[in-house]
């Protein structure tokens, strides 16, 4: 519990805490958000072909703020999901959920790479279920149920402007209350309800203007424990975004998961969407 504390207080500090020895220029903070609403609606009387009513939404922010000095460089990134879906007369279900926020500090130094220290948050707004065929449904997660924690120092390379890369030593803590299998050790007798590895992790971030109105993003994250260095955890999670008139954005977002805390088979989703896109600041 007192490691949990301190690791939390760890993040909090890393987001707000600031040096008053590098004070920002006159234009430091930047901040930016881009909200977005995708909406889905299929209504049926007496349609002979046959089918089922259907209602889908989903909203999405994501965000940056960033403060570039001389000799710094402190961006925090924040990815907020959450979508729902009605078919027939199924219950509402759950089609995403994401609270995702980065925090990362550099020193520049002039050269090739330069050193860091980071931290990242991750978990959901809302509980999750696992469906039967029967339409019955078992609660297996829910906000901060499980909360994963990472956090690391290390160097930072930026080979060209749109991509971004850094390794470094970092320890990941996996947070939960009621469902303890993510972070349980099936090998004591004791139920953890924490769990936490010292490892290596490898970040990359990928920000291609391929047209005018085309843009690509894509982030891969890696994790190997020390304890289980063969047994890495992978993340990656891509966009390609396509600008129609102002306002109107089809999104193609393939996210891949490797983790056997979670599920002991690589999770893969997929997701087409056409909505509408605003840039609020």
């Known amino acids: ?16 805490a600031y040096s008053q020895e590098d004070a920002p220029l006159p234009n430091g903070w930047q901040h930016s958000l881009v909200g977005g609403l995708n909406l889905t609606q299929v209504g049926l009387n007496d349609w002979a072909p046959g089918g089922e009513e259907a209602l889908s ?17 402190w961006t925090t990134n924040y990815k907020l999901a959450f979508g729902q879906t009605k078919l027939g007369n199924q219950a509402v279900r759950k089609t995403d959920d994401k609270i995702d926020v980065e925090t990362i500090f550099t020193y520049i130094m002039g050269v090739y790479v330069n050193p860091y220290v980071a931290a990242t948050l991750k978990t ?3 509980k999750g279920y696992e469906f039967n065929d029967t339409g019955g449904r078992t609660e297996v997660s829910k906000f901060f149920d499980p909360g994963y924690l990472t956090q690391s120092v290390g160097l930072g390379y930026e080979p060209v ?21 993510f972070s349980d050790d099936p090998e004591t007798d004791d139920i953890e309800k924490t769990k936490v590895d010292g490892g290596l992790e490898s970040v990359t971030d990928v920000k291609w203007q ?12 890696l994790f190997s424990a020390f304890s289980n260095f063969t047994d890495a955890v992978v993340r990656s999670d891509s966009t390609l975004a396509i600008k129609v008139g102002k306002y109107v954005t089809v999104n193609f977002n393939t996210q891949i998961v490797s983790d056997t805390t979670a599920s002991p088979k690589v999770q893969v989703k997929e997701t087409l969407s056409l909505g509408l896109s605003y840039t609020l600041f």
């Open 57 to 73: 939404w989903a909203i999405t922010g994501e965000g940056k703020s960033a403060n570039k000095q001389t000799k710094t460089d």
């Open 210 to 221: 391929l047209k005018e109105n085309v843009l690509l993003t894509s982030k891969l994250e």
């Open 161 to 181: 402007p749109q991509v971004k890369t850094r390794f470094g030593l970092a320890v990941r803590e996996i947070m939960t209350s009621e469902f303890t299998h």
């Open 1 to 16: 519990m007192k490691l949990r504390v301190v690791s939390i207080l760890m993040f909090v500090f890393l987001c707000s």
């Open 124 to 126: 959901q707004f809302a």
